[in-house]
């Protein structure tokens, strides 16, 4: 049983940063922060394959967010910069405690957080 708990979201103005944190327990595989924004569809914005460090992100977040993690706390991270309106969304940490291959697609994935309101906007 994974247990994951979300933190940092808020409001911040376009340009701005925010760090998001999620506290994990458990074994997990890959661990992954996804979004969700009214009316639209929950897609995948960073991936993390626990056992080596790799990363993953979307291209809508390229060059922007880095997620990484620091095992001796159990946590994950998402640092985001320079952060756009279209960023607003309700962010999840999820975790899933298998190899997959479709890394970024939320049905892979078998545990998730509360979720984390981040709101971009001047």
């Known amino acids: 049983q994974v247990q994951l708990q979300e933190s940092g979201g808020g409001l911040v103005q376009p340009g701005g940063s925010l760090r998001l944190s999620c506290a994990a327990s458990?074994?997990?595989?890959?661990m992954g922060w996804f979004r969700q924004a009214p009316g639209k569809e929950r897609e995948g914005v960073a991936v993390?394959?626990?056992?080596?460090?790799?990363?993953a992100y979307a291209d809508s977040v390229k060059g922007r967010f880095t997620i990484s993690q620091d095992n001796a706390k159990n946590t994950l991270y998402l640092q985001m910069n320079s952060l756009k309106p279209e960023d607003t969304a309700m962010y999840y940490c999820?975790?899933?405690?298998?190899?997959?291959?479709?890394?970024?697609?939320?049905?892979?994935?078998?545990?998730w957080g509360q979720g984390t309101q981040v709101t971009v906007s001047s």
């Open positions: 458990g074994y997990t595989y890959y």
């Open positions: 993390i394959y626990i056992a080596d460090g790799s990363t």
């Open positions: 999820a975790a899933v405690t298998r190899l997959i291959l479709a890394i970024f697609q939320p049905y892979e994935y078998n545990y």
